[in-house]
């Protein structure tokens, strides 16, 4: 079992603080994808919102959470000491699991048999949906 990712969280309050944090970066990122496109002040103006700001912000954030990645086994023994609710997507005949555990008792776990990369952001956009949209909207 391996873990990839950094962002983990103890609490709500602690996952909204870091998706605080990220806006400026966002911000930064758009702004550099823009001048890399060549757009002009007003193409700037017209086409970048703070929709697509915090579409980058989300994307960020979630692309950042801590991962954990091990066999169908790792995971079974970790889903047996965890208390909370765990949502899993995929199929049941595979041998590695990926997952997350929110701050709320939630978790999120997506099987897969041979594409680490490609489950690992699939979790974290069912995590960042599932766990984290409503509790960032709240700040």
Known sequence: MHTVGT????????????????????QTVVREVATAMEFDREEYDERITGDVVETARDALFASLLEVRV??????????????????KVGHEAVDHVAWHAGPDDEAVAATFQDEEDAAVATLRRQAFGRLYRELVEQS
């Open 70 to 87: 091990g066999s169908r086994e790792e995971f079974e023994d970790w889903r047996h000491s965890y208390d909370g609710e765990v949502t």
């Open 7 to 26: 962002f983990t969280f103890e609490s709500a309050g602690d996952a909204r603080e870091q998706y605080e944090s990220v806006g400026p970066a966002a």
